[in-house]
Nanobody, 115 residues
């Protein structure tokens, strides 16, 4: 059973940075793509960023220029570098590995940005 685990969340002041990690028990190269999603307090889960096996990236508009997604398949890990954080970035961040026949979700990591 493939497991995906996020880490790196925490409490940070507005304007600060965090780097989230998403580690898989299986080779991340086997994933067609890896995505990050978040769910803020009282909000629905939303897409944040995605990176394909070939390295193509896309982001939701609100994080463009501030967040950067990357992957290191040798380490079976994907990253989300988050800079210039804002209070509205607060939420639980989830990693999703897009497998051939199903998606693999982690348990999430809490990110709290104080004003």
């Amino acid at each position: 059973q493939v497991q995906v685990m996020e880490s790196g969340g925490g409490l940070v002041q507005a304007g600060g940075s965090l780097r989230l990690s998403c580690t898989s028990s299986a080779s991340t190269f086997s994933f067609n793509a890896i995505g990050w999603y978040r769910q803020g307090p009282g909000k629905q889960q939303e897409f944040v960023a995605r990176i394909s096996r070939g390295g193509r990236t896309n982001y939701t508009e609100s994080v463009k220029g501030r967040f950067a997604i990357s992957r290191d398949d040798d380490k079976n890990t994907a990253y989300l570098q988050m800079n210039s954080l804002k209070p509205e970035d607060t939420g639980v961040y989830y990693c999703n590995g897009e497998g051939r026949s199903r998606n693999y979700w982690g348990q999430g990591t809490q990110v709290t940005v104080s004003s």
